[in-house]
């Protein structure tokens, strides 16, 4: 019988294979799991919804739309709300030549509900006004200009309406993306104390 020798001697391990332990691994894979997390949270959150002419006035003939617009960055995927009385407004989508002249003549969209979404679906200028008689000559137009969000890479040209008379799921403001990013940064902590 032949006495079997058991090695007693401490077993060194590389630096590289002690990087490659089971913990370290697994913190890796929070990681990633937590930067893909914040990555959908953060983009979902993006989108804001603006009230045209808020906070100081609403689709009519007392509000400054050059002010008001220029003093905002729309980007793809927001939305305008058009709020007005339907009995003495209304929108209309046109070209740049019947915004300048304000002409009524060929709108691209006609708008009337009194409570009108507008989605904002890529970059480029778009233009409203008011068709009912001497609203638009009365400063009662908006040129919006969408330009590219920073994760966006290749910009597409604005084409057609994308507009709806269904009502928004609730009335917000413009601080609705700030309210949504603050939201998902509160559930992205909560993910990353969860995973410690």
Known sequence: ISAQRINTAPVLQSPLLALLSVPTAMTVMRTILLAVAAMAILSTASAAIYNVGEPGGAWDLSTNYGTWASSRNFHPSDQIIFKYSPQAHDVLEVSKADYDSCSTASPIATLNSGN???SLTATGTRYFLCGFPGHCAGGMKVKIDVVPSSSSSSPAPA??????NA?????????TSMEATGFGLAVLLAVASLMA
Request: proline share 28%.
């Open 116 to 118: 009108d979404v507008v």
């Open 159 to 164: 084409s057609g309406p994308s507009a709806s």
């Open 167 to 175: 009502p928004p799921p609730a009335p917000v403001s413009a601080a």
